[in-house]
Nanobody, 122 residues
C-alpha cells in the first residue's frame, strides 16, 4: 500500500507563495496534485510522470504553479506563486500506476494523502 503525507499548507495573502511537499512511501509511475474547494468537485492541478519528468497543468495554474520531485527523497513538491483567492482549497497529493489524463482530470488516482489546507486571502 502506497502511503502519502502532505505538508506545507497554510494561509497567505493574494500574490504570495507557498510550497507543498508530499512524502511518498514507494515508487509509483505517476504522481499529481489535486485540490478541492468547499462545494466543488476535486480537480487535478498538476501531474508528473515519475520516470520521465513530463508535466501537465490545468489551465488555471499554468505559469504560476510548478510540480517537481526529488527522486532520492521520494518527495513530490508543488511550488505555488502569485496565489489568488480562488486557489483556496484542500490540496491533496496522489499517486497512480497509470499516467492517464482521463484519470487525472476525473481525480481517479489509486492512492491519496490526507490533504493540506491552503487559504489565500484578498
Amino acid at each position: 500500500q502506497v502511503q502519502l503525507v502532505e505538508s506545507g499548507g497554510g494561509s497567505v495573502q493574494a500574490g504570495g507563495s507557498l510550497t507543498l511537499s508530499c512524502k511518498i512511501s514507494q515508487y509509483t509511475y505517476c504522481r499529481g496534485w489535486f485540490r478541492q474547494a468547499p462545494g466543488k468537485e476535486r480537480e487535478g492541478v498538476a501531474l508528473i510522470y515519475t520516470s520521465f519528468g513530463n508535466t501537465y497543468y490545468v489551465d488555471s495554474v499554468k505559469g504560476r504553479f510548478t510540480i517537481s520531485q526529488d527522486s532520492a527523497k521520494n518527495t513530490l513538491y508543488l511550488q505555488m506563486n502569485s496565489l489568488r483567492p480562488e486557489d483556496t482549497a484542500m490540496y491533496y497529493c496522489a499517486a497512480d500506476s497509470l499516467c492517464d489524463l482521463g484519470r487525472f482530470k476525473s481525480a481517479r488516482f489509486d492512492y491519496w494523502g490526507q490533504g493540506t489546507q491552503v487559504t489565500v486571502s484578498s
